[in-house]
Each structure stands twice: as structure tokens, then as C-alpha cells.
């Protein structure tokens, strides 16, 4: 947050926005503790549109976060937990035989909710997976010929356990592409796990806070965030980026376009959310390790063992132009 | 100095700039100023240099108020009024002073140079010399450039500012001459400068009174200079025919106010061959008309003879005014001179000056007639021990008594006074006239120049059969006064004061020629009115100028000129580097001795820096700050120029 000087009142958007903004970041930052970064990228990651992953061991508050997005943002919530024998069906809904009408009507499944959090995504068979990720893909479902609309704003919040690999069906990399982040949230510093062990029930606490936003104002902020100003000098950056991880020893797959463009997008969120005239290389880096990381593949002599270090790499060997 | 209340010195550099421009502007009505407003003027601005320099604190409202509200009472006290050139610009001039010390931003010395600019037009008004146009250019130029000097950033040299004031003021030079040139003039103007009242009016004195003053002035000052058609007169003709005095009381002699008599001119009877000639006069804010002696044709609006054949105009002469006449050296005037006349040009008063009358009585019974009489008193000035002086004592009850048989020494007035009265004592009407004689021919310009020190009084006498006639009696006494005008003789003591040995010639020569190019820039500059003008366009081609014509004239050249200079510039435009704001970004890297790593935001840096050098915390966020803005911002919200002005005034404060 800039403090302090004149920038700050640079109009980006009108200060209805503005606060709602503001309110929303106070409320999720009032129950998921000490995680203010990673707050600030899951709304970016909403307004610009995208899908987010969130990839940790359980217990680190990744369904809280979750959750508290949607009662934030004011969505409309669905839950489907990812087990082996999830079928299709199960997610997007199925005809049903009305015996009144004598007709099949079809049943909505929790697919059609604005927020849909998507619990240990990689317990379910790929069959199920792809049902999943074709609807957040498209934004509609089709059911025995029926194109069914999916809501908008429509957020996507899939989580998985990495270290779980027993009976499991990890995405590949083809379908990660389809998440616009990926989050880890990692363990909360002291600090936050004290204010977290004296302070109330999380899960009480959310059925307390007001949302601060509802799905119009959302649809506007998208919108908005779309429009945030972007310098020829920023894209330089980007496009260095990018050519980095694709002629870099230490990488064997780079980013796609797909990819920098998500950076854009995501990075356009995040200098939205944070207020800023325009797209900073600031913005870029906060957002880089989530959206490529789980877009890049190291080569197998690479120091770097995580997706997470190899972003670091790429953004600590670009210089800024 | 925890809690700084003062002025924060962020004047420091562009303050002496605006300073120095109010001066200059104030400098022209300086010697008009009553000295407690030059007091003032010096006294604030030396205390706002003060304030600025020391960070002390400007003076509080109540002060500010008690201060205006005095120098306006002193402005209303001094001139008691508060119109007119005089009372405004002094109010102008305390007023800017005042404002200095109210002065804490930017917009506040934007004010002080509209008043500059506002003190450097007013200046005008008084009086439109040839420097006034190098004046005015300079007090704009230097203006401009402190209002540039202001804007730039703090380490910019004033060359840089002065240059883009002297391109600007450089463009703005063809559409002022363009508007000069061809916007309408009318006849009448829309507005008049109110006329100071009580100040110093140069030129004669409609009343005469020798013996009161004990000296004569000689002011330089140019009374009127004078283009002659051909040939000028020899010098004994140049007589400048002003006003006649003709009512004596035993001290003054005064004459009638300036009203039309239509049987004037029929009483010259006109001989000889004309002198033409276009005289330009300086104004006198008086009636009177000068035309050599004795005029026939004149073009002047508004003016007419009066009864003694001088010149009147309706309105005074309140500006510089040029004029064509024609004149007759070899005239007769009035032949005839009716009985009621006669009388009133022989009246002299009862008492007083009895031995002049005894005196004049019986020389004229000695002579035996008129013309005799008159040259015996001719040779008694030239024969006896008279003198032409302009330093003659102080006369007393009599004063033609006392300076015809005591004092003796007089200048011209003395003499024309004792003149009339010892003719008009002997039964001789007699009058006296007011002019100029001489005058002195500037060979640069081929024109003659007539002086304030040239002003003369001479008589003209009637005689049956021969009419009124001109006698100087000061020809009498000091004939080089009349032939060979004055010529160098002013200089004589200049050299020697200023412990030169020969300069007077030099002096002399310069002094012509200054006066030649004031003559053209008076002819060609001050004088473009309606009727130049509309010549002038003539001569440019343009058939019946009106001012519709001009003004579509003037409003094409306009665009044009527009056009052109607006494609002068496109042409010269370069863009600002696009890495300007990269460029400057790394010289505040550089100064702050830090390297950004590679791949390190601008952020993260300002943050890094903020945690190893602590004094810089603040300076670096403000930079990173108007970088981001200025780099990755949308154009135009904080431009180059301010993180210009912050990145060099950081890296001058490590």
C-alpha cells in the first residue's frame, strides 16, 4: 500500500470501489491471519477473471479461505469434495424424470454456484477432473444436448494435496494451464497462529462478517481491472519475462502465450487492487510465482526443485528495463 | 528545530528572479515615487529575501492589513487622489511590495510578475521615449524569465530560462508587429490617461513678470522640432510666434486666453515667399500654437488665430502633436489699429515706474518722431552699460525703473517689458510676444530643434502707416543671442566640470544625435495614427483603407504567422526520450550508492534503501513514487518534470 503522498488519489476508480475494496481486504484479513499476500492474490486472481488452485497440506486454512471469499464477495457457495468415485454427474447435475410433468428436468449440480470450491481436486478420477475443468473452461455446461449457462461471476477455487500420492491423479500440466494462479499458503507466522490460537472460532467468526461486495459491483471490478494502464516499458518487461523462461537452460518448458497472458491479466488485478496509476513491475512479481509457476516445467539437471524457486530465479535473472 | 514554522526555503532559488523583475519594472517610476514608497518597496523586499534566506516567519495577517492600509492613506496623502498614472502607479508599486510579503508559493510570484508586467505598461503612460521599447522588451524578457525560472526544476541554470524566454517573446515578435501595423487606428481613442494635475507643465507661461524671478532656468528640454519644405529661415527670422501679452499693471504683463478672432487673419497682408514647414510639439497642456511669425495656413484641428495673429487650439496639447504650417517672414500686420485698440496698447498704470515714463516722455519730445524715438532707446540699451544675463538681481516696487537706471542686467523678458513700457509711456502701442527664437538645425536629421531654453519674449509696436512691426530690444543688447542662437555655447561649461578638456564638441555632436534618432522614432513609431496609417496602407497597395480591410488584413497575417510558427515548432519538436524517466531513475540509483539487484522492483529498492540508509527512507519513497508514476502511469498525470526536479535535488543533497 502506498502511503503518504499525492498518488494515492489519482482516481483508477471511484472511490465506492475503492472501499469496497478496501472492506473486502479488511474482512478476509480479519479471518485468514497473517496472509495478506496471498489475500491480495486471490482477489486478484478474481477480478481478473481466473481460476485459482490452492495447493498446501491440509489445515493451513485453505478452505477458510475459500470460504471467506465467498461470504465476502457475496457469492453464492458450493462445496464439492473430490473423492475417487465422484462421477460427472455428482458436479454438473443430472436429468432427473419429473413425474408430475412426465419430463426430465435437470437438476442443477454445486457446478452452478457463483463461488465453487473444489476440495483435493486431485483425489478424483480424471474423468471427473475434466468435467470440472471443461466447465470452468467454457463457463457453460452441456447436459443430454442442453447448454446450461454458468453464473458470472463465476471463481473457481480447487485445492489439492500435494503430498498426498497414494490413490491419487495429480493434474498434469495441460490441465493446471486452466488455473490462472496457483497458491500455496504455507504455515502462518507466530504471530498470526497466537492471534489465531487466542481469538475466536474461525468458522463462527464467518458466519459474523457482512459481505462487502456482491456480484454486480464484482462484474464492474473486473471490468475495471481489465482497463488498468499498461506502459510499453511493462510489456518490455513481461515479453523479457517470458523469453527467459523459454531460452533458459534451467527450464524445459517456458511459458505459453496463454501464460503471458494470464501475467498480464493477473498483473493488471493486482495493480488494480493495489491502487496503482498503472501496471508496475511491482504488480508483475507479486503475481509472477503464482501464475507461471505451475505453468513451468524444470529441466531435469535443474538446481531448482520447486516451481516456486524457478520462478524466483526467473524474476531475480530479468532485468527491469 | 523540531517544528518549523517559517518559510520552508523552497523559494530560495526562483525568489531573487521575481525580485529582480519587480525592481526592474519599478525602476522607471522611481524618480516619480514620493520616497517613503521607494522606502517601502526597498524595505519588503530585502525583508522577503530575508525571510526566505533565514526561514523566518512572514509577518501575520493583522500586520499585512495595517501595512496596506497605511500606504494606501499615504498614496491618498501624497497625491490626494487615488486616480491617475501618478497615485496608481505608486499604489501599484506599494501594493507589489506588500504583496512580497504574503508571498509563500508559486501562485503568489505568479502574481508579483503580473504586476511587473502590469508596472512596466504603466510606465507608458508618463512618457513614450525611444528606450522605452528596448525597456519594455527587457522587463518582458526578464519577466518571462523568471516565470520560466519558476516552473524549472531547482539546478536548472537561469541561461536555460532566459533562452526559452527569448524564443517565446522571439515568436511573439511578428504578431506584434503584424497588430501594430494594422490594427485600426481611430481618431478619437476609447480611453484618456487622466493628466496628472499640479505636476511640472513645460513650456510658456501665459504671464510675464520680470523682476520676480531672480533667474531663468535653462531646461533642454525639446520644446518642438521643426521639418522646414525647403530652406530654412536665417536665424534672425526664426521667430516662433507663441502669445502676446498687452495688459500691464506695473509688475506682470498678461494677455487674453486663447479665443478666435475670425477677423485676425484678414488683418496680415501676406508678402514675400512662403515657408513651409510640419512642426512636431512636445505637449505643453497649454492652448497656444507656435508657428514662425506670422503663420497663414495651418492643419491643425481645432485651431484658430486669435486677435494678436497667435495660433489657439480648443484643447490643450496634452500629447506629442505634429502639425503642418505655412508662414509668411514678410507680412504687415494690422494697418489699422481702431482708437479703442489704440487705447488699451498705450495703458499704463497710474503710479509706478515714474522715471521710465518721465524718461520716455522727453526723449520722444526730443527725438520728433516715432521712429527716431524708438531707435534712440535701441542704442541706449546697446550703447550704455547693459547686460544679458540670466542670473539678474531681484527688482524692486518699479521694476522697469529699478532695471532701467540700477540693475541693468536682465534677460530677454527684462528688456521686452522696459521696451513697452517706455513706448506705451512716449504713446506708442506696444505689446509683448511670447515664442521661441531660434532654434538650431540638427544636420543628421535636416531638422530643426527648438528647446525650452530657446523660449524668448520680444515686442511689436504699431506705427501709422506701417502697422505692427517686431522690435527686439534683446537683439539690441546681445545680438549673438539672436543670430547665432545659442549653438554650442550650453556645452561650454560641461567639459570643464567633468575635468574633460574638449569634449563640448563631441557633447555636442552626441547629443544631435541622440535627438536625430528621437526625431525618427517620433515621426515613424509614436506618430502612427489614423492618418499614417491609412497612408501607410496606400503605400502597401490597399485601396481605400477602412478598418474592416485592415482588420481581415490583420486577422490573415495573424493565422498565417500562426500557422507558421505553429509549423516552426512541430518542425523543431523532438519528444522527450522515451527512457527519460529510466535515465533519471538510474542517476538517483547512483546517487543514493546503491546498486538495484537485478530483477529488484522499484519498490523493493525504495524499501532496501529505506532499511540501510534511514535518512534516505523518505526522499527514496517520494522518487520511487513519481517513477512508477511517470514511468508506468498513464501519460500525463505526473509528468517527467517533477521527478526531474526531485531526482536533482536529492542527488545535490548527498
Redesign the interface.
Known sequence: M?Q??T?EK?PLSDDKQRAAIDAARRSLGGIVLGKDAEISLSLACLFARGHLLIEDLPGLGKTILAQSLARVLGLSFQRVQFTSDLLPADIVGVSVFHQGSGQFQFQKGPIFAELVLADEVNRATPKAQSALLEAMEERQVSVDGTTHELPSPYFVVATQNPSDQIGTFPLPESQLDRFLMRLELGYPNEDSERALLIGADRRQLLTEIEPSLNPDILRELQKAAARV?M????VDYIQALVRFTRESPEIEIGLSPRGSLALVAAARAHAFIEN???????DV?AVFVAVAGHRLKAASNSAFRTQAELSRHV??????? | MSKRTGTDGSLLTSLPWTLAALTFAVVPHLQFLPFWATGTFIVCAGWRWQVERKRWRLPPAWIRILLALTCFVGVLLSYESVSGVGPGSALLAVMAALKLLETRQRRDQFVLLFISIFLIMSSLLREQYMWSLPFLIAGVLFTMTAWLHMSVSRQASIGGSFKSAARLVAYAAPLMIAMWIFFPRIATPFWAVPIDSGSATSGLSDRMSPGDISSLSLSNAVAFRVNFDGTPPPPHQRYWRGLVLYNYNGRTWTGGGPSIDPLARSEVEYAGEPVSYQVTMEPTRQHWVFALDVPSEWSLDRTFMASQQQLARMQPLDQRTTYSAVSYTDFRLGRQLSSFRRISYTRLPETGNERSKAFARELRAKAGSDEVFINQVLQKFNREEFYYTLEPPALGESPVDSFLFETRRGFCEHYASAFAVLMRAAGIPSRVVLGYQGGEINPLGQYMIVRQADAHAWNEVWLPGRGWYRVDPTAAVAPERIDAGRSGAMFDGIGADWGLSAPSEFLYQLTLTWDALNAKWNEWILAYGPDNQSRFMEWLGMQDPDWQKMMLTLVVILAILIGLISALLIMRYRPPPKDHAARLYSKFTAAAGVDPGMGETPLTYSKRLGEERATLRESAQHITDLYLQARYGPPGVIGIPALQTAVDEFSRNR
Open positions: 502506498q503518504g503522498n498518488l489519482l494502464h506502459t510499453d516499458p511493462l496503482h496509476s498503472g501496471v508496475f513491475p511491482d512479481q524474476l531475480d535473472s530479468v532485468r527491469i528495463p
